[in-house]
């Protein structure tokens, strides 16, 4: 059966042997070269060694499928922006992994991979990086050298910290952590200062670093289902929050230079130990919607 008319016969053999049904491939080319390659739900166990043999492949999308291990072979596609791999039985990734050092997005979320590798150090031009739902009980520190990383998604892991230099992360936008075990932040925390939109539910928080004041461009955060007790003082620095969510704590007070911050709207203080609600209220004079 023939995929693609258009290809070499070196990769149209290639695309033969991942003994796929046909409606299953989705093939994208350019000047005679397989450049994007798509099977979803197709119950795909494996990819064959000759997968190198599609040199000018940029995306190889494989979510919801059965590969077990990856071949080595596919850490030859250096040419590769973008590589889905999500909802697989993934356990590790190859030795040369690495070596994929063109990718911009990597979704490895919902296989089973307990030991990450260490080996961002050399995958500098990521921007988006999903690692949810595997076993991971730490990151590697090489995590911190993503400069260029905007999404960072860790959540329904086993984390109980994250890189001491994990203020490192300059450009990163959306952070998701929930239903990890944090204990802690670490102290660089407030360095990320592109922070937008941070998800750390679930997780076992007892307090926020000082430098968490520091998220000048934070806008929605959500605390819900940690054990914070108090929550730091000059929180007023956070200029662009809109809306705080902080259910299911140990709160007892707000910290009044809340009431500074005009752009808030949002505030969810639902099942925590708030001794006076009232007090609470006067900390907001601009309409803010509070929820006991």
């Not at 166990?45 to 080595?72: G, H, M, Q, T, V």
């Not at 670093?209 to 955060?221: D, H, I, R």
């Amino acid at each position: 059966m023939k995929y693609e008319t258009s290809i070499t016969e070196e990769e149209s053999k290639v695309i033969e042997e991942l003994r796929c049904p046909a409606k299953k491939v989705r093939l994208t080319t350019e000047n005679g070269h397989v450049t994007g390659l798509e099977i979803r739900s197709a119950n795909l166990e494996a990819l064959p060694e000759s997968i190198c043999a599609l040199k000018y492949l940029r995306f190889l999308i494989l979510p919801i499928n059965s590969l077990r291990r990856l071949p080595e072979t596919l850490c030859r596609l250096t040419n590769l922006v973008e590589l889905d791999l999500s909802y697989n039985k993934l356990t590790s990734l190859p030795a040369g992994f690495a070596d994929l050092t063109g990718l911009r997005r990597l979704c490895l979320r919902e296989n089973d991979i307990k030991l990450m590798p260490d080996v961002f150090g050399k995958m500098t031009h990521l921007t988006d990086l999903d690692l949810a739902g595997n076993w991971f009980e730490v990151l590697p520190e090489s995590i911190c050298k993503l400069r260029d990383l905007c999404r960072l998604n860790i959540q329904y892991n086993a984390l109980k910290t994250l890189p001491e230099r994990f203020g490192n992360l300059i450009n990163l936008r959306d952070f998701c952590a929930s239903f990890n075990l944090l204990e802690s932040l670490p102290k660089s925390f407030g360095g990320l200062l592109s922070l937008r939109n941070m998800d750390i539910r679930y997780n076992k928080l007892r307090a926020l670093p000082e430098s968490f004041t520091s998220l000048a461009s934070l806008s929605k955060v959500n605390l819900s289902l940690n054990f914070l007790r108090s929550l730091p003082e000059n929180m007023g620095k956070l200029s662009a929050l809109k809306n705080l969510c902080v259910r299911y704590n140990l709160l007892e007070t707000l910290p009044g230079s809340l009431g500074s911050i005009e752009s808030l709207q949002k505030v969810n203080l639902s099942h925590n130990k708030i001794k006076s609600r009232d007090e609470v209220r006067k900390i907001f004079v601009n309409g803010v919607l509070i929820r006991f």
